[in-house]
């Protein structure tokens, strides 16, 4: 086999103990040349993650609250893992500098930053490989927009002066120097770009569980594992709530035509899913996966005739742009239309969004659904077998579940559900029983 690239998320980074298995997993084989990390993790359930951490101190400052206790605990913290590892990597000037830095305004992005950083300087010392820092390497514009070829050609040029190097995930930056982050998770992004900048074989992405599951761990008992799965079921899954993998780490790999292997840390013999373009169905398998998302708002239109209005829904649309509010999904039937939209975009606009409803569309009526969940169930053998849609439907019923939404793409790969938030668990658990034995 050729390259490797891998990632280690945050749990494979929270001790020395979880450092000792990242070190045998790369040293198990020498085309493990490039290791991206994230910052350290939990240690335990009740543990702190340092990204969390390095959020608060930001807040502390903010809040002109004092913060010289929070950064000690982030300090000791990486004060720990130098002395269990053994690596000398400054980190009492670290923080010296975080500190001056934190002192003179310093962005809730770099903050966020130092994490991966630290992590990523300590474990290069420990596996005595190069320290490839991504300032300067992944770009964005001004405005914070990825730079995907540019970070590419940057990011590629730089690798190839090293044999072998850890980087560090989650961030780069903006065109006056300044550190700018990816959203939370980010740091299999940087996997992604790593594998493709390196023109790895393989992306590894090693985490904690073995692999894509069927179904949230926490939510469904012992889901089974998805061997293989194709990039298109993935990005489904991952943009609608599995959060194993990052939604936009999917593209770079994609474009490069490299297969997506997640593994994990805790079990390294465990061959775990691979993700790739390859998407003939599983034989014998309806559904991949089931995922799902919280805190939704959908807002049914009901108007006589509607269907022989036009412009009816651009109407909608544009009332939509004017509060700068995106849809998640619009399902329509002949005189109905819902919106459903992200309550994080709704927050205090809601009331006056309802008014201009009223006002500017003539409705009959409008209504209004809060604490909506949308769940997916994607899956490339949906499209072959008839009954799915009734089978899922029936599965929910018989669990006692509203379904207040349905959106099955025209794609066949998903059907999306709305449910009320509190039926949530139990909607994911009837529709993983029903589709998987
Ligand atoms: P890392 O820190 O390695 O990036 P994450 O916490 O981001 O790891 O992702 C792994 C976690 O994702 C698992 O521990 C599990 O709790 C959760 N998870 C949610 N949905 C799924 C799923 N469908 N399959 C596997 N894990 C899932
Ligand atoms: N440390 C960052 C986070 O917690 C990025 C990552 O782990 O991927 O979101
Ligand atoms: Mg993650």
């Known amino acids: 086999m050729g390259l490797i690239a891998c990632k280690f998320g945050g749990s494979s980074a929270a001790d020395g103990l979880q450092i000792r ?11 493990r040349r490039f290791v991206v990390v994230s910052a350290p993790g939990k240690r335990y359930d009740a543990d702190n993650k340092i990204t969390d951490l390095l959020y608060l101190l930001k807040a502390q400052t903010e809040h002109n609250a004092p913060y010289g206790q929070l950064l000690q605990v982030i300090k000791e913290r990486f004060l720990g893992l130098e002395a269990d590892l053994g690596v000398q990597v400054d980190i009492v000037g670290e923080f010296a500098e975080i500190e001056e830095n934190l002192k003179n305004g310093a962005t809730a992005d770099y903050l966020a930053s130092r994490g991966e950083y630290l992590s990523a300087k300590m474990i290069a010392a420990f596996l005595g490989y190069d320290f490839v820092d991504t300032a300067g390497l992944v770009l964005f514009t001004a405005k914070g927009k990825f730079l995907y070829e540019e970070t590419n050609e940057a990011l590629g040029a730089e690798l190839a002066k090293h044999e072998r190097a850890v980087i560090p995930g989650f961030y780069g930056t903006l065109p006056d120097g300044s550190i700018k982050t990816f959203t939370r998770g980010g740091s299999d992004i940087t996997g992604s770009l790593v594998a493709r900048a390196a023109r790895a074989d393989t992306y590894e992405n090693w985490t904690d569980v073995s692999g894509f599951l069927m179904a949230d761990p926490r ?15 993935l990005r489904e899954l991952s943009y609608m709530g599995a959060s194993v993998l990052h939604e936009n780490a ?17 079990a390294p013999e465990d061959p775990g899913t691979i993700i790739s373009a390859d998407d003939t169905p599983q034989k014998g398998q309806i559904i991949t996966g089931v995922a799902g998302n919280k805190d939704f708002t959908v807002i049914g239109i009901y108007k006589n005739m509607m269907s022989n209005e036009i412009g009816f829904i651009k109407r909608i649309l544009s009332i939509l742009e004017d509060y700068d509010i995106p849809i998640e999904h619009i399902p329509s039937g002949i005189d109905t239309v819902s919106l459903v939209i992200a309550d994080k975009y709704l927050e205090d606009k809601l009331g006056d969004l309802i008014e201009d409803f009223e006002k500017k569309l003539g409705a009959d009526s409008i209504e209004l659904y809060e604490n909506m969940s949308l769940i997916a169930t994607v899956g490339l053998g949906m499209a072959s077998v008839h009954g799915v849609a009734a089978r899922l439907f029936n599965a929910l019923t018989d669990a006692g579940v509203n379904i207040r939404m349905i959106d099955q793409g025209s794609s066949e790969l998903n059907i999306i559900v709305g449910v009320e938030t509190k039926d949530f668990n139990t909607a994911i658990r009837a529709i993983y029983s029903a589709f998987i034995s």
């Open 21 to 31: 298995k990242v070190r045998s997993i790369v040293e198990s084989d020498p085309n």
């Open 219 to 233: 939510i469904v008992d012992n889901p089974k594992a998805i061997s293989n799965i194709s990039y298109k079921e």
């Open 250 to 266: 999917i593209y770079p790999a994609r474009l490069a035509d490299i297969p997506i292997n997640i593994r994990n840390t805790n």
